[in-house]
């Protein structure tokens, strides 16, 4: 199963970003987890397909998890840029069962996409 990531990029303190996870069938949890250097990889936000969200409280606020389910694509938009929110950023989902923030919940994981927010 391929998962695609795209949309990092870089950007100032207090700006804005969006990204996109395709992955090619329907998937009933989808998450973002982000990894910073030297730090391990934390889950950021889920979204299952009845509309449930959960956020880490790092993110909470700021940034808003959706997805388009007949389009198998997950979204991140991200606001109010803190330059601790800097990581590579992974898209990882799965069919079923419990939606969570825990990495061995997920069997489908994207290569990632950068972020970076500079001060």
């Known amino acids: 199963v391929q998962v ?3 949309g990092g990029g870089s950007v100032q303190a207090g700006g804005s970003l969006n990204l996109s996870c395709r992955y090619p ?5 989808s998450t973002w987890f982000r990894q910073a250097p030297g730090k391990e990889r934390e889950g ?3 979204i299952a397909n009845n509309g449930r969200t959960v956020y880490s409280d790092s993110v909470k606020g700021r940034f808003t998890i ?10 991140l938009q991200m606001n109010s840029l803190k330059p601790e929110d800097t990581a590579m950023y992974y898209c990882a989902a799965d069919y079923g069962g419990v939606c969570t923030l825990k990495e ?12 970076t927010v500079s001060s």
Do not use: I
């Open 104 to 115: 061995d919940s997920y069997r489908y994981w994207g290569q990632g996409t950068q972020v």
């Open 66 to 75: 959706s997805k388009d389910v007949p389009k198998n694509t997950l979204y």
């Open 44 to 46: 950021v936000a889920f």
């Open 25 to 29: 069938y329907n998937m009933y949890c």
């Open 4 to 6: 695609l990531e795209s």
